[in-house]
């Protein structure tokens, strides 16, 4: 067994322990659900995958700013999770094609609280290092404390509770440790002096003491806007250091998180610089290519470069696919692609080539060699007959009571309606998974409430001022299922229908790109209870902010009517 190799994501049953703790569920009764399926469908994933080739994106759907570390025969990579918990996933391999989640870094509630902040708060750009048998991991809790480092020696943990470093601004931090024993501390921040223009950023350097885990001694800034100053860059962030034949290589992304995104580096035979910026910036970018091209890939940058045994250097970048315009509810999405060196500079793409779909892996791989449930077209099922929770299920924000049941009843999932909703800047009981596809079907089968003022159901949420939700509640001898939407400011009821109230029930909505359908089952047969909704709302375009759209079980109290 490698490195946090586990039968069982310890993080998943730290969770479940969480969120288990305390006395039994008072009423109202929880809701049960029996099942949860995800199918994707998307036809970029359709074509056959030739041998020895791997399929982009590595981490499909909410998977953003990816940074990655090799020890050994082992990859680790981790992402930035937001406002969602546990947070910061993070996944091992040994081809950096197939990706098994050991769990997440921030696991535990006493880690961190991002309770009353927007869901695109909170953990932004973690980067992971190792040196002599620690892994550490630095990141920023946006207006939820600023910069910390936690450890840890199993990277399935569990990790530390966080080291703060209120002395380091900004964001982005990244950590670096050099083959004469010192260690260094990068950052995105604001420059010195008066900023000459909006989005004008530094990159920042400081060392970095590993035993204390706190920074020591002065700040250097290393970039000063950016690669070409002149040109008057915009927000230099997401700041990487390597070291090689005697360079220090210095990689960041310019250009903001959205179509002009790209990756710029620079170097220097001094790690406190100066730093000469590479003649053929950017080495990534996709804001060049034509916006009518098929299955665009947009937003491209982030990368953080690692080195496999062999001597080849490989890149994980952030991007997004978006279905028209700059529309897309999968989210930033983790990528895949070789780096070629050219007279000691890396480069990741040339300018004008498209991010490919398909590329040839890193080692020699049969072409059946499926990396389901992480990219690709595959169905993906959750019995709820687990000890945990499966690692790929997550949570708004950190629950405060324990709303979620996997041992009341065997092979349900029994969930605790809660007051809070999915407008609320609590957590509402909601269990989460990623939306990984544009087009996907979805499903569950629950039993309809039991009583008045509680409703239950399917959720799709991409914030708490845009999302749907499938429900179906009490209402009068019978039961109702209806369909709400929240798109900014506007709330409304989009459609009903009478259902039985004691029957199961099984609900479904299907997509692709903008178009959402919503189904039940009545009997044998489906029936729509509304076609062709419009899913601009959940895209990150339309509701502004970071993440990607999420979905999965939900039960709520209703709101009490105004008197």
């Known amino acids: 067994m490698g490195i946090g190799q586990t039968c069982e994501s310890r993080a998943s049953a730290l969770l479940l322990g969480v969120l288990l703790s305390g006395s039994a569920f008072a009423e109202p009764a929880p809701v049960l659900f029996d099942w949860f399926e995800y199918t994707g469908r998307d036809a970029a994933f359709e074509q056959p995958l030739p041998e020895g080739h791997y399929r982009n994106p590595i981490l499909a759907g909410f998977y953003p700013d990816p940074s990655i570390v090799r020890v050994e025969d082992r990859y680790y990579l981790v992402n930035s999770s937001f406002g969602y918990f546990p947070g910061i996933p993070i996944f091992e391999s040994r081809d950096l094609v197939h990706w098994t989640q050991l769990g997440h870094v921030i696991d535990r509630p006493e880690q961190l609280d991002v309770d009353g902040l927007r869901i695109s708060r909170g953990i932004f750009a973690p980067a992971i290092e190792h040196h002599d048998g620690t892994f550490y991991l630095v990141t920023t809790a946006v207006d939820a404390g600023g910069n910390f480092v936690v450890t840890a020696t199993d990277p399935a943990g569990s990790w530390s509770n966080p080291h703060w470093l209120p002395e380091v601004d900004g964001i982005d931090p990244s950590l670096f440790f050099d083959d004469d024993g010192s260690a260094w501390l990068l950052n995105n921040g604001a420059p010195e002096g008066t900023p000459r223009y909006d989005g004008h950023r530094a990159i920042w350097l400081q060392r970095f003491d590993p035993a204390a885990l706190r920074t020591v001694g002065p700040r250097r800034v290393l970039v000063d806007g950016g690669a070409d100053p002149a040109t008057n860059p915009i927000w230099i962030e997401g700041p990487h250091l390597y070291k090689r034949d005697g360079w220090y290589l210095l990689t960041s992304a310019e250009g903001g998180t959205g179509p002009q995104h790209s990756q710029v580096v620079l170097r220097s035979r001094d790690i406190q610089g100066p730093y000469e910026a590479y003649a053929h910036n950017p080495i990534l970018t996709q804001r060049d290519l034509p916006a009518d091209r098929p299955a665009p890939i947009t937003n491209a940058g982030h990368a953080d470069l690692v080195e496999a045994p062999d001597g080849r250097w490989w890149a994980v970048f952030l991007a997004s696919r978006p279905y028209v315009g700059n529309h897309y509810n999968t989210g930033r999405e983790t990528f895949l692609l070789p780096v070629e060196w050219r007279d000691g500079w890396p480069t990741i793409l040339d300018r004008g080539q498209a991010i490919p779909y398909a590329a040839p892996a890193p080692a020699a791989m049969p072409a059946a060699a499926a990396q389901a449930p992480l990219a690709g077209n595959f169905t993906w099922r959750d019995d709820f007959d687990g000890p945990a929770l499966d690692p790929l299920w997550t949570f708004v924000r950190v629950p405060k009571t324990p709303w979620a049941d996997l041992a009341a009843q065997p092979g349900q999932l029994a969930v605790r309606p809660l ?37 239950a159901g399917l959720a799709l949420f991409q914030g708490e001022r845009h999302w749907l939700f499938l429900g179906a509640r009490r209402a009068g001898q019978g039961a109702q299922l209806f369909l709400e939407r929240h798109d900014g400011d506007a709330r409304d009821i989009v459609a009903t229908a009478a259902i039985a109230a004691d029957a199961p029930l099984t609900l479904k909505v299907v997509a692709d790109g903008a178009h959402y359908a919503f189904a039940y089952k009545d009997g044998d047969d489906w029936r729509w209870l509304a076609r062709d909704v419009d899913g601009h709302l959940l895209s990150t375009e339309s509701a502004g902010g970071f993440v990607g759209a999420t979905l999965g079980p939900h039960a709520r109290l209703d709101p009490e009517p105004a008197e």
């Open 419 to 455: 007051r809070d909703g999915l407008d609320s800047l609590h957590s509402p009981a909601f269990l989460a998974r990623r939306q990984q596809h544009l087009a996907f079907e979805a499903s569950t089968a629950l039993a309809v409430p039991t009583e008045v003022g509680v409703s």
